[in-house]
């Protein structure tokens, strides 16, 4: 637990630097294969793409709360109340490494969003700071935290109502990481990475609140 409140506290430290400071600018571009899938997949018109932007905050939002409700109502929903802690904890601090780690990448390689090549076509504000915050997708590893966490859990419990579960937490996840390309918000590869990264960080925490030293 004490690891969770480190991951949980670092967080808020860095994202609290990273509003401090200043970034330039990447010029916009992107791999073969993100021009190539942005083409394929990128909304027709503007309002589809802030359609796809709201629905994709809406989903991640909802897939969060699952992975935190889960969190609470599995161990009370067991009879282990003093599971709940570390449930609680381990969920909140992979969700937290996730985040912290995302902002770090960002900030780090300054990469162009999409839409930045497209900025004259478009009203969507390609402002300095924000337009530089596209890799990785932060809403794509989010979303893919929340639902390993779930799967992590109900995994070891396998009757239908877990599987279901499970396999609905990654379907929106799946969704979310399409509609921030279809949004213009992300390329594919920052999706992606920001998914497997996301897994990861879901599946590690999640391990370690099933283990039996946590019960």
């Known amino acids: 637990m004490r690891t969770a409140v480190w991951v949980i506290a670092i967080s808020v430290l860095s994202s609290t630097a990273h509003a401090q400071l200043e970034w330039e600018p990447e010029t916009p571009g992107a791999p073969a294969i993100d021009t190539t899938l942005r083409a394929a997949l990128r909304g027709g018109t503007e309002d589809v793409r802030g359609?796809?932007?709201?629905v994709s905050d809406v989903l991640l939002l909802a897939t969060v709360g699952v992975a935190i409700g889960d969190a609470i109502v599995d161990p009370l929903s067991h009879d282990d109340p003093d599971a709940l802690a570390p449930s609680l904890f381990f969920g909140i601090g992979a969700l937290a490494l996730t985040w912290t780690l995302g902002e770090l990448v960002k900030h780090a390689t300054?990469?162009?969003?999409?839409?930045?090549?497209?900025?004259?076509?478009?009203?969507?504000?390609?402002?300095?700071?924000a337009a530089t915050l596209s890799f990785y997708s932060l809403h794509a590893a989010l979303a893919a935290t929340s639902a390993a966490l779930v799967c992590a859990r109900r995994s070891a419990l396998g009757d239908a109502w877990d599987?279901?579960?499970?396999?609905?937490?990654?379907?929106?996840?799946?969704?979310v990481a399409l509609l921030r390309i279809i949004g213009d918000m992300h390329h594919t590869t920052d999706v992606v990475v920001g998914a497997l990264l996301g897994?990861?960080?879901?599946?590690?925490?999640g391990a370690l609140v099933s283990s039996s030293d946590l019960r």
Not at 51 to 54: C, L, P
Not at 110 to 129: H, M
Not at 199 to 205: D, H, Q
């Open 199 to 205: 897994i990861a960080s879901g599946l590690a925490f």
């Open 51 to 54: 359609r796809a932007r709201t």
């Open 163 to 175: 599987t279901g579960l499970c396999i609905g937490s990654i379907g929106s996840a799946a969704a």
């Open 110 to 129: 300054v990469r162009a969003r999409p839409y930045t090549l497209a900025c004259a076509e478009t009203p969507f504000a390609c402002d300095a700071r």
